[in-house]
T-cell receptor, first 114, second 112 residues
């Protein structure tokens, strides 16, 4: 069974600084996708970024980028120039290539301070 | 375009009762998935429906059931409610089920 582990329950970053959230996963599949979702207090899960396992290039979306280490099964999220609006729970998620089921980690609560 | 809409936003029930949660996907999306998110944890997959057929089921008891209607909206039913069913229930839609899923705001279910 696939598992997703987020070992940092909470992280804090100062506004305008950079923070990295960690995620590791376990799978025997070769075709899969990885995602980072943001869940603010409003509860809606918002897709931040996604990575296809077959792509070696790390995905980037504006201030958000990932460090995808396939051999190590590691998928970290880097947030640059942190903003107050980035404060939220961040969930790492896995999906096998042909499946629709998302497997989530336990989340990391990110605080952004002035 | 409207996003995924869920109703009600909050619901309070007592043990043993039955509940129905509703979800309307984004226009053009034919796949709907349901997740349970217990406080302090990540969402857990319950069901996925595509074109009105069940395409996936998570590790939940038979008290949980769902269906999808011709307009692609969906209902999640939970019978014989237990205290442990208290959670945020999230609905997500996508065009075909394997594309990125878009989530609704969820229904907060509280069991007394």
């Amino acid at each position: 069974a696939q598992t997703v582990t987020q070992s940092q329950p909470e992280m804090s970053v100062q506004e305008a600084e950079t923070v990295t959230l960690s995620c590791t996963y376990d799978t025997s599949e070769s075709d899969y996708y990885l995602f980072w979702y943001k869940q603010p207090p409003s509860r809606q899960m918002i897709l931040v970024i996604r990575q296809e396992a077959y792509k070696q290039q790390n995905a980037t979306e504006n201030r958000f980028s990932v460090n995808f280490q396939k051999a190590a099964k590691s998928f970290s999220l880097k947030i640059s120039d942190s903003q107050l609006g980035d404060a939220a729970m961040y969930f790492c998620a896995y999906r096998a290539g042909t499946a629709s089921k998302l497997t989530f980690g336990t989340g990391t609560r990110l605080q952004v301070t002035l | 375009d409207a996003g995924v809409t869920q109703s009600p936003t909050h619901l309070i029930k007592t043990r043993g009762q039955q509940v129905t949660l509703r979800c309307s996907p984004i226009s053009g999306h034919k796949s709907v998935s349901w997740y349970q998110q217990v406080l302090g944890q990540g969402p857990q997959f319950i069901f996925q429906y595509y074109e009105k057929e069940e395409r996936g089921r998570g590790n939940f008891p038979d008290r949980f059931s769902a269906r999808q209607f011709p307009n692609y909206s969906s209902e999640l039913n939970v019978n014989a409610l237990l205290l442990g069913d208290s959670a945020l229930y999230l609905c997500a839609s996508s065009k075909t089920g394997i594309q990125p899923q878009h989530f609704g705001d969820g229904t907060r279910l509280s069991i007394l």
